[in-house]
């Protein structure tokens, strides 16, 4: 990978962005209320990058996020993120998180257990919320002890946290009542 581009690309939620750099994707952005929008919030997370035709790597890469938001099964946990430019913190929250499966949660409290910092479910939700890879570090896989969604600072919040929750079927009828340990919820 050479130099630093971005792209928009069609899924079947809207059209997403992704920017890359020679260490990997350095900012993926979910639909906002326009183009114009989901760009501008894209750059200011790569500035620099340019429209590009995306390599082969970042072309798998918009592939498997399309087929993930059509329901199909895809792990996007391979995929090179560009993370120098982030907190040994923050990184270490997102490694964690990208080890969850599609379909399952995982509470605050309990990644920052995995990471060794026990006690630090807020500061995990802080890193969780700067993440400039929704999707490849799969954030709405996090949820609130007490069984809430919590927070999702992509657009439209909850509901679009939701929404992929349940594209990636860990939404059941009793979402709100699996805090006493649900399969495939933790």
């Known amino acids: 990978m050479t130099g630093s581009g971005f792209t928009l690309f069609e899924t079947p939620i809207g059209r997403c962005a992704i920017a890359w750099g020679k260490g990997g994707v350095t900012a993926l952005r979910l639909p906002d209320t326009d183009d114009t929008a989901t760009l501008a919030r894209l750059l200011a997370r790569a500035p620099g990058a340019a429209e590009a035709r995306p390599g082969p790597a970042i072309a798998q890469a918009i592939a498997d996020v399309s087929a993930l938001l059509s329901g199909e099964p895809r792990d996007l946990s391979k995929v090179g ?18 080890t969850i499966p599609p379909g399952s949660t995982l509470s605050y409290g309990r990644l920052a257990a995995r990471i060794g910092a026990s006690g ?3 500061e995990v939700g802080r890193a969780l919320g700067r993440n400039p890879f929704p999707l490849l570090v799969p954030c709405h896989r996090v949820v609130a ?42």
Not at 81 to 98: E, G, K
Not at 150 to 167: E, N, Q, V
Not at 170 to 175: E, F, G, I, K
Request: glycine share 12%; net charge positive.
């Open 81 to 98: 993120l560009d993370m120098d430019a982030l907190s040994p913190f923050d990184c270490r929250v997102y490694a964690a998180t990208r």
């Open 145 to 186: 002890a007490d069984g809430r969604l919590g927070g999702f600072s992509a657009p439209g919040g909850a509901r679009t946290k939701r929404r992929l929750l349940a594209i990636e079927a860990a939404l059941a009828d009793d979402l709100f009542s699996f805090a006493g340990g649900a399969a495939g919820r933790d």
């Open 120 to 122: 630090a479910a807020r």
